[in-house]
């Protein structure tokens, strides 16, 4: 068979196993449309399928080979000069699941193929620049999938509900981050927007659960419970971010993850159908291969020790 034929074959057996499982384009069901109203999205719903939890997670599994071979792919091509990368942000209130993506989406793909970046409250020396400073080097470069655990967007979400910026300044950076991430664009990166959604009661069940668990305490922070205080803010923040940053090049997708099941395999297929519009067939080699396999069986005597 050839490579073409070997490519298509894959390609198909990624859309089928998806296909089983959703009913419905899920990225096209989620990607963020013009009018959209966040307080009108129910952080319960499970868009494009009708499956059972233990069937999300069957799902989840059966997609990590696909995921990684499509990694494998950006990889090599990326060796063969190609600069094509692709950037998931994740953005949303405190345990809305975002580590248990990185772990359960992203855990799989080799560590070479993978950058992470986690941006907490900045730094002074963070402070003393443009708020964009601290991001660009995070950029994942080519052939790698990098994932945002928050990012530049916390300049304008918390930052605005607490007012540490004034209003000018959140303005702003609205069209810094419009023109930031078209410059990533058209230098091969392509963006995937991510808003976990969660509602406030499946929030305090989960900070709750982390105040009884010993080996949670860590994860928790005083600040969980004042944050809550700002829910209609924050939710206020999210609305106008994502209407003032969501473009064709740098598309936002808002995730309903009140089931945590749901919300990784809704995120999981989203970065595989974004890869597969990629077009990602194996790079040819740059040898004479008749040559090389010469050249390589002459050492075929070769034993250890020499």
């Not at 986690?118 to 964009?132: I, N, S, V």
């Not at 023109?179 to 664009?185: P, Q």
């Amino acid at each position: 068979m050839g490579q073409v034929a070997v490519d298509q074959a894959y390609t198909n057996e990624v859309t089928d196993t998806g296909e089983k499982f959703w009913r419905k384009d899920v990225a096209d069901l989620l990607r963020v449309r013009e009018g959209f109203q966040l307080s009108e999205i129910d952080p319960d719903s499970l868009p494009g399928t009708h499956a059972s939890k233990a069937e999300g997670h069957a799902e989840l599994l059966r997609s990590e080979q696909p995921l990684r071979e499509l990694q494998e792919r950006l990889l090599a091509r990326s060796w063969a000069g190609s600069r094509d990368r692709v950037l998931v942000v994740l953005q949303a209130m405190d345990a809305a699941g975002k580590g248990g993506v990185v772990n359960h989406v992203f855990g799989e793909i080799e560590p070479y193929g993978l950058g992470l970046a986690a941006f907490k409250a900045p730094t002074a020396e963070e402070r003393a620049h443009d708020f964009l400073w601290r991001v660009e080097p995070k950029v994942p470069v080519p052939g790698v999938i990098g994932v945002f655990d928050r990012s530049h967007y916390e300049d304008v979400l918390v930052q605005r509900v607490h007012q540490f910026a004034p209003p000018e300044e959140i303005e702003r950076r609205y069209g810094a981050i419009n023109e930031f991430e078209k410059r990533m664009s058209d230098d091969g990166v392509h963006i995937i927007k991510i808003m976990m959604h969660i509602s406030p009661e499946e929030q305090y069940r989960r900070l709750s659960s982390r105040l009884d668990e010993p080996t949670k305490h860590w994860k928790y922070s005083e600040s969980d419970a004042n944050e809550r205080g700002f829910w209609a803010q924050h939710m206020e923040a999210f609305q106008i971010a994502i209407e003032r940053t969501h473009t064709a090049h740098a598309p936002w997708y808002i995730v309903p993850a009140n089931s945590k099941w749901y919300a990784r395999v809704a995120i999981q297929r989203i970065v595989i159908q974004k890869l597969e519009q990629l077009g990602l067939t194996w790079p040819p080699g740059d040898f004479d291969l008749e040559a090389e396999r010469a050249r390589l069986d002459a050492t075929s005597g070769l034993t250890w020790p020499a």
